[in-house]
């Protein structure tokens, strides 16, 4: 869809028109999932984080200003919606262990696996990171999965974070050296 498509959407939705914003949502849900599925633990989790974003969305919608695309606008509410979230759930979820129902589109690891050994070991590597990424603090797992996860440029994470792209340079570097660290203390499971 078209920038053209989206701000004819934006602007009905603007008016009222519930059907534009859920046709918006539609065309966005994708991206958002995938977004939120690198913070959430489990479905019902993953869930309830994209409809807070929708329903940020939506509220906010009157705000926005349409001199830039509404992707950017959207997923800059992602973003910060499961950065809030990292900040509520942070200390109940100390190294929970990962759900077995396997969340979609984590292009990093499941790029289709040869036999089954294969994606153990997938399954298993992206469990380590998972772990690895609780153990951060909350600005510099979001660095981390921004840049490295979700594979953007540094540009666009600032854009997203609101954070200056030194800052965000800086705090993916520091966020791989201390996972760095924490892998090499990591015990092996039994």
Known sequence: MSASD???LVQRA????DDAFARLASLY???IT????RYARGRPELEDLVQDIFIRAWKGLGKFREDAPFEHWIMRIAIRTCYDFLRRHRRRRELEILSDDPIPDRESFATGPANEDEELRRREAWEIVQ????QLGEKDRVAVTLIDLEQRSVKEAAALTGWSESNVKVRAFRARKRMQELYRNLTPRD
């Open 131 to 134: 772990r690895l990424l609780e």
């Open 29 to 31: 849900r994708g991206r």
């Open 6 to 8: 989206d701000s004819e």
């Open 14 to 17: 603007k008016a009222g028109d």
């Open 34 to 37: 995938a977004t939120a599925s």
